[in-house]
Each structure stands twice: as structure tokens, then as C-alpha cells.
């Protein structure tokens, strides 16, 4: 007699918020204490990445297996394309073997999230995987609240800008919107500074790193930061 053949596994994308565990959602909790198999992403094979810190109390060890994906940080798109072929063939091995899999990110999975990457590929190659993404608290959400700094109301205009952006779309991007967020902003932090000076913006700034961990830091007086080497797990609100 034929064995049955395994029913495909589902593919969750779970977003676990800032850092806080408080923050992380019911739901992500229930899916993360139950799924047999955790795709945690990092940027080097040494410990553990940012979002498995976060989920480090849920975790069964015994019964759950938690797999690292190397991502190495500084790698442009078309760098990292072997990297995400080899994600998205570990993640179908388990998948195809029947096992339900969730795809932890810092965050929220669809702002800026590893995940996205991951989904991309597998929803390309193998469509008839049943997905779920579970929204997480994003780090902008989070900064706003920490710091105090609401993000828009009413009719105001909000930008999320990354790293990736030239000097005119800075200008650009501040002069337009009433609220500019600035992901990933440890590498570009003094050439924005630069143009916040000259828009007269430096007081309507707050700097936050690692929100809502123990290691949080915020800061209203940016310039004291300028030459500093600043966490990647940062980000500036600019609101006028
Ligand atoms: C690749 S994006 C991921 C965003 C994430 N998916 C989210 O929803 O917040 C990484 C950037 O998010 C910001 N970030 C993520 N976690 C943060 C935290 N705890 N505190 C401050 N900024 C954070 C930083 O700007 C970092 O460079």
C-alpha cells in the first residue's frame, strides 16, 4: 500500500514586535508555541538574531526546532540572491515534509521585513503554499510611543524613508511631509544631519535605539551624535 503523501505544512510570517515581549501579539505567541519548525533570521552565525531574542521565553527547546538564516548584513540585492534560494529551499525541505513553519521578524513581516524576500521566492516557486502573515508592532509605532511624538493626525502627510536614499530625496521627502521617518538611518546619520541643519529641522528631531528594550536609548539632542557609530537598530522622526 502507498504511504499517504504529507500535506503541505503552512508558511507563517510573524512579526514580534520592537523588542518588549509585552509587545508581541496573541496571536504571533500561539502560532510561535505551537509550529514545529521557527526560521529565525541573522546576520552571522554567532548566537542569536534580534527577533529570536525576542521570542526566547515561547520557544520550546525540546520540541521546536529553530533554524538560523544567514543573511549578512552590507550585501546589495543581487548579492543576496543565493542566500535567499537557499532560505526558500530550507523552508519548503520542512514545508513539503507536512510541518507548519513560521518565518519570525523583528517588527512587522511587510515593513521592511526579511520575510518579504522570503515570500517573494516561495510564493514563485511554490504557489500552492498556504501563507499567513501576522502583523507585529513596527518599530515606528513603537518609537512614536516611546518617545512621546505623535506620528500624524487629521490630514497631515506622513514619509518612512530607508538608508537608501539620495541627498535630493532627503530635502525632497522633509519639505513635503509634515512627519519623515528615517529607517536604517546609522549609516547616512551625518549626511542627514547636514540637512536637517541647513532645513532648520534639528529640534524637531528624536533619535531612538532599540526601542523598548533594555538597552533603549532616546534622544532629542542629535547632535551630539554626529561621527558616532550608531546602532542599525535605530531610527530618526523628523516632525515639524
Ligand atoms: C529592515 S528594517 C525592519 C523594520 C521592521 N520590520 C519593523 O516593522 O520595524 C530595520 C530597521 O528598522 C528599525 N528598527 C527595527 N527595530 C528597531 C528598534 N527596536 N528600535 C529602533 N529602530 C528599529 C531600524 O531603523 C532598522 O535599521
Redo the contacts with the bound molecule.
Keep these: 500500500m502507498k504511504a499517504n503523501k504529507p500535506t503541505i505544512g503552512r508558511l507563517y510570517g510573524v512579526?514580534v514586535g520592537?523588542?518588549d515581549p509585552e509587545l508581541i501579539t496573541l496571536k504571533a505567541r500561539r502560532i510561535l508555541s505551537q509550529v514545529p519548525v521557527i526560521f529565525a533570521p541573522q546576520k552571522d552565525d554567532r548566537g542569536k538574531g534580534?527577533a529570536s531574542g525576542i521570542i526566547g521565553d515561547i520557544i520550546k527547546g525540546s520540541e521546536q526546532k529553530v533554524i538560523k538564516l544567514v543573511f549578512p548584513m552590507g550585501k546589495d540585492a543581487t548579492e543576496l540572491v543565493d542566500f535567499w534560494r537557499k532560505a526558500a529551499e530550507s523552508i519548503w525541505h520542512h514545508l513539503s515534509k507536512g510541518l507548519d513553519c513560521a518565518f519570525v521578524?523583528?517588527?512587522?513581516?511587510f515593513?521592511?521585513?526579511?520575510f518579504i524576500y522570503a515570500f517573494e521566492v516561495l510564493k514563485k516557486s511554490h504557489p500552492e503554499v498556504s501563507i499567513e502573515v501576522i502583523p507585529?508592532v513596527?518599530?515606528?509605532n513603537?518609537?512614536a510611543a516611546r518617545a512621546l511624538v505623535p506620528l500624524a493626525s487629521g490630514s497631515q502627510r506622513i514619509a518612512i524613508l530607508?538608508?537608501t536614499y539620495e541627498d535630493k530625496n532627503i530635502r525632497e521627502t522633509l519639505e513635503h511631509f509634515d512627519t519623515v521617518v528615517f529607517?536604517?538611518?546609522?549609516s547616512v546619520f551625518d549626511k542627514v544631519l547636514d540637512i536637517l541643519k541647513e532645513l532648520n529641522l534639528v529640534d524637531k528631531c528624536v533619535y531612538?535605539?532599540?526601542?523598548?528594550?533594555e538597552d533603549e536609548e532616546i534622544i532629542t539632542d542629535i547632535t551630539k551624535l554626529r561621527g558616532k557609530k550608531l546602532d542599525?537598530?535605530?531610527?530618526l522622526i523628523v516632525r515639524r
Excluded at 111 to 114: D, E, I, Q
Excluded at 183 to 186: A, E, F, T
Aim: hydrophobic share 30%; charged share 10%.
Design positions: 512579526g520592537p523588542g534580534y521578524t523583528e517588527g512587522d513581516p515593513l521592511y521585513g526579511t507585529g513596527s518599530s515606528i513603537a518609537t530607508p538608508a529607517l536604517k538611518i546609522h531612538v535605539a532599540r526601542c523598548t528594550t542599525y537598530f535605530s531610527l
